[in-house]
């Protein structure tokens, strides 16, 4: 029987394309080119099988132009690059990679909203600039974060853990703001209180944001919200671009309406707003919040382990859609 075929959207591990050459017909993408919608249809004509590696857009034209497809295993926690009801309504399995980038993620939020606070990169471009001539009272002074207040917007596994380092390690006063308020163990046990949007921009001396990219939280940080910002605060941002409207973002940040912000994730990106590369007070990182070693290769493996799941009558462990599988075994 010939094994299904499968695309592999961009370059990964060898060792997790040779476990899937185990099971599949593999096109993969040595080149690491980047490939845009023509070119993704392409090469998934006549595919089963999707491990997208790259953030792919999948929409229901795409959908439309590949009907062998069965599975869209993507390697990321966040799907919203996925049109999920579309590929629902064609029996198409959506599967994503939850809980193993959870503290690997945190650590790096917690590094960025370090790092803005303390003025790393500014301090470093300093030093590396040769301007660093004597000690000062006041020299690349920034705001603390311990024993100060944490203000995180979204309460899933990543805003937890973010919580449980800020309130164990640090100290910090934590609050937060989610769609839905956690029981009362759940707070009990992070140390944190609810509040709603409002205070939580208000009270935040340092501001975090781990929701998921939607519709409804498309430019949930602009203008207005930012106007009610400490102007010793900071933002970080290691959820998705869109989330914040960065041309306010920009303005907000050369008004000094806010202190700084620490940004891994861009409207658009990988471009990035000109005013945010030229701001000294805005920590700049591409991307990277879940790229340790380790959890990149955690992340492939689950992503794989979804898609020979799906394509060999196994339990897929982290489906997005899980109703797709129930309706195919009815
Ligand atoms: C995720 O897993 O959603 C990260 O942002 C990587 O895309």
């Not at 973002?249 to 590369?277: K, T, W």
């Not at 493996?301 to 899980?322: E, K, M, Q, R, S």
């Amino acid at each position: 029987m010939s094994k299904p075929a499968v695309l592999v959207s961009r370059a990964l591990f060898p060792e997790v394309l040779e476990r899937l050459r185990r099971h599949f017909e593999v096109e993969d993408n040595p080149e690491d080119e980047v490939l845009d919608a023509p070119a993704l249809r392409q090469r998934l004509q006549a595919k089963q099988g999707l491990l997208a590696a790259g953030g792919e857009r999948i929409s229901a034209e795409l959908l439309a132009a590949c009907p062998a497809l069965r599975v869209v295993a993507n390697m990321a926690v966040g799907y919203n690059n996925i049109d999920v009801p579309a590929c629902t309504a064609r029996g198409v399995l959506v599967s994503n990679t939850p809980d193993v980038l959870t503290e690997t993620t945190a650590d790096f939020g917690f590094a960025l909203m370090m790092a803005a606070a303390r003025r790393m990169s500014e301090a470093e471009r300093y030093l590396r600039e040769g301007r660093w001539t004597k000690w000062r009272y006041d020299l690349l002074t920034g705001s603390d974060v311990h024993g100060a207040t944490l203000g995180i917007l979204g309460m899933g596994r990543i805003g937890q853990a973010i919580a449980r380092r800020g309130a164990a390690g640090f100290g910090m006063r934590v609050l937060y703001h989610n769609r839905s308020r956690l029981p009362p163990d759940t707070e009990a046990a992070l140390g944190a209180q609810y509040v709603d949007k409002a205070a939580l921009l208000a009270q935040a001396d340092h501001l975090v944001l781990v929701l998921p990219y939607s519709a409804a939280s498309h430019h949930a940080i602009g203008a207005a919200e930012l106007a009610l910002m400490k102007p010793t605060a900071t933002l970080t941002n290691v959820a998705r671009g869109g989330i914040v409207d960065d041309g306010a973002l920009a303005a907000a940040l050369r008004a000094g309406r806010i202190a700084a912000a620490g940004l891994d994730v861009f409207e658009g990106e990988p471009a990035v707003h000109a005013e945010l590369l030229a701001l000294p007070n805005v920590v700049l990182t591409p991307h990277i919040a879940s790229a340790s070693l380790r959890t990149r290769r955690a992340m492939a493996d689950l992503a794989a382990d979804n898609l020979i799941a799906a394509l060999t009558g196994g339990v897929p462990p982290t489906p997005v859609n899980p109703e797709v599988l129930a309706a195919a075994r009815a």
